[in-house]
């Protein structure tokens, strides 16, 4: 095949990718595709795979798929970038070249930066501290998509739908439409994700990158490139220049990582070339070649040196020092809420920050955590019982998990897990403030012996007459904390009945 014919193929593949990591987003909610096979993609990354790995001690059964990408890249170098990873798909998609201009790109030495980030995620990891994989391009990317572009989506087809069914004419089409998604696709009711725009805003800020450099994130801050920019060093397929350039720096001019040095005969860096392939199409002698190596690379002045090894291992002892300080740390947070099977210290060294259970969760009731955790359990799971509440007839978190953060547990064990305690407000409670009835708590609560009792008495409400009601008290050894009570409650704002964690002394 001649380079153009090359470059289709290589566009194909990245947008086949592409559309892949989004069919296996759009079908990992339950009822959908099974957990092995929706996590394939988090599994295929061998930064997540390996920080999981020196933070939790343990290999977990599907993690050698990322040996895949390994391979791939000793043998062609950084293609996992180029051709396959559906983050810097979305980078040349908006590339923003227009706006861009011909602005100079920051120099190389930028690069050190996301070698620095590498090394401190690993270190981290060796102290089984996984905070910094907030930075995984993949978690990134499948957290900005639960949080933020779904729900958008979701609201904006509701909104479409609820205009369009006012329409008697169109009522019965919008209806079938509806099914077709939920709850396959979307939930039955508009999913809504706390901090969406937080999310948002990381995402769009790193597409609005490209403002100063064309795949600025890969370049100068991806540390998943990073770890795949130093297994290129021995990779076997290189680029090299024949004799035939004649320097008329048209390689340059299109390298997407700016990585061809016109000043050493343009040469390029294997840790830095992402085998896309425009230098050789672009090339008018035809003097881009790209043979077979035996011998490593050499070394740039930006690749890691021993004092940055040093300076990574230095800073994720003190990082790691101040995260677990009483100053930052919040575990004893009164709502902080697993999911099932889940346990606090085993989460914060298995979960990579991926927001699968996010997705998978039907009710949306599994959140990232923002401040409940502390800085060191940031954007873990956990459960906000006013957004959701967790099904009783669902284990699906721990079925896509790709680590096991959430243990894969069958629906029996799930619904034996203690997550929770419910806790009655009585200065808010309908029954029991304003003497009114309610016994919707009671009437939701799921587990076969009821874990909320109503006990019916004569009382005097605040005009004196004596009324008969039925008043729900929580009968803590049964409740679960599946937390449907709170979600339920009618009271607004705040409910009457709250779910406070299983270790908490509320109540």
């Keep these: 095949m001649n380079p153009r014919q090359w470059i289709r193929l290589r566009r194909a593949v990245q ?172 939930p039955p009711d508009p999913a809504y994700y706390r901090y969406a725009w937080l999310y948002a805003g990381v995402f769009v800020g790193i597409i609005s990158l490209n403002l100063l450099a064309q795949r600025f994130w890969c370049r100068y801050l991806c540390p998943l490139g990073a770890l795949l920019g130093l297994l290129s060093k021995i990779g076997i397929v290189r680029r090299e220049v024949s004799a035939r350039c004649n320097q008329c720096n048209a390689c340059a001019r299109v390298c997407p990582t700016g990585t061809i040095q016109p000043a050493k005969d343009y040469t390029s860096d294997p840790s830095e070339c992402t085998m896309c392939l425009e230098c050789w199409r672009a090339c008018p002698q035809s003097a881009v070649e790209f043979p077979a190596h035996l011998s490593p ?38 709502r902080l809420i697993r999911p099932p099977g889940a346990r606090e210290d085993e989460l914060l060294s298995r979960c990579i920050r991926c927001a699968e259970c996010s997705r998978a969760c039907p009710t949306s009731a599994i959140q990232p955590a923002i401040t409940e955790a502390g800085l060191e359990g940031l954007w873990t799971p956990l459960l906000v019982p006013r957004i959701g509440y967790c099904d009783y007839s669902c284990n699906a978190c721990g079925q896509v998990c790709p680590v096991q953060a959430i243990p894969r547990l069958s629906l029996q064990q799930k619904r034996q897990q203690i997550i929770g305690k419910a806790c009655i407000d009585t200065n808010r409670c309908i029954p029991w403030a304003d003497f009114q009835p309610c016994i919707v708590c009671e009437e939701m609560c799921p587990v076969p012996h009821k874990a909320i009792e109503l006990e019916q008495l004569e009382v005097q409400n605040g005009k004196g007459e004596w009324v008969t009601l039925q008043r729900p008290h929580v009968i803590r050894d049964r409740c679960i904390g599946c937390s449907i009570c709170e979600y339920k409650c009618p009271v607004n704002g705040e409910a009457a009945i709250r779910v406070y964690a299983a270790t908490s002394e509320i109540c």
């Design 297 to 334: 690379a050499q070394w740039n002045h930006y690749d890691p040196s021993r004092r940055q090894v040093l300076l990574a291992l230095g800073t994720a002892v003190a990082g790691i020092s101040l995260l677990r300080s009483d100053l930052v740390a919040r575990r004893g947070h009164p």
């Design 15 to 186: 947008h086949t990718a592409l559309l892949v990591f989004v069919a296996l987003f759009v079908w990992s909610r339950r009822g959908g595709w099974p957990g092995s096979v929706v996590n394939f993609t988090m599994r295929l990354d061998p930064l997540a795979m390996l920080a999981h790995l020196l933070a939790s001690r343990t290999l977990v059964t599907g993690s050698a798929l990322a040996l895949l990408t390994v391979m791939l890249t000793l043998v062609f170098g950084r293609a996992w970038c180029g051709w396959l990873c559906p983050l810097g798909t979305v980078l040349d998609l908006l590339s923003l070249r227009r706006w861009r201009g011909m602005r100079d790109a920051p120099t190389d030495s930028w690069r050190q930066v996301k070698y620095g980030l590498l090394l401190t995620v690993l270190a981290a990891a060796l102290f089984t501290n996984l905070t910094l994989m907030i930075f995984d391009p993949l978690t990134i990317l499948f957290r900005t998509l639960s949080a933020s572009v779904w729900p958008a989506v979701d609201q904006l087809l509701t909104v479409t739908e609820t205009t369009l069914y006012r329409v008697p004419l169109l009522r019965p089409a919008v209806s079938s439409f509806d099914a077709l998604l939920r709850p396959k696709i979307l």
